[in-house]
């Protein structure tokens, strides 16, 4: 700090960035802002919601597995399980590639395997998106994946 005090004078002059004497005496604040940690997700690594479960658990750090359920995913994400509090941001790579393998034909296995092991209270709602996926119609397993990192204020999703 004895860098910032002129004792002659007997002020502070606060280097750029602090707002007060206080951002200088915490050390463990931060004066300034912190870069993000950045996740590079590779779209050329997986083809499968499965695939894509391990991946991202992998990548991101995650200290529990999701196992390609999105509702877990979206919780992960929410309770900070291994990824920072601080938040981050997500690069995905090839997300052309995601989006074609994670497309239609994937929302239709995930809809028919909604259909042998979901709850009997969602079969009404599985029958009715099954059918918009197998017309081409409605969100993809890729458009719920984008969405999930979009509900999250402190994740920056970058598709590349």
Request: proline share 5%; with cysteine; aromatic share 12%.
């Amino acid at each position: 700090m004895a860098k910032f005090v002129n004792y002659r004078k007997r002020s502070v002059t606060l280097p750029p960035g602090c707002k007060n004497l206080i951002d200088v005496l915490q050390p463990h604040a931060p004066p300034f802002p912190t870069a993000k940690s950045e996740y590079v997700i590779d779209g050329a690594e997986f083809s499968s919601l499965a695939e894509a479960g391990t991946h991202f658990t992998r990548v991101l750090g995650f200290t529990q597995a999701w196992n390609g359920k999105l509702w877990h995913l979206s919780v992960l994400l929410d309770a900070s399980f291994g990824t920072p509090d601080e938040g981050f941001i997500v690069v995905w790579r090839y997300s052309h590639l995601s989006r074609e393998r994670l497309g239609y034909a994937a929302t239709i296995d995930w809809y028919e395997e909604e259909l042998r092991t979901g709850h009997a209270s969602n079969l009404p709602g599985v029958r009715h998106g099954l059918a918009e996926a197998r017309a081409n119609k409605g969100r993809t397993v890729f458009d719920w994946l984008v969405e999930i990192f979009h509900t999250h204020e402190r994740i920056e999703l970058r598709l590349e």
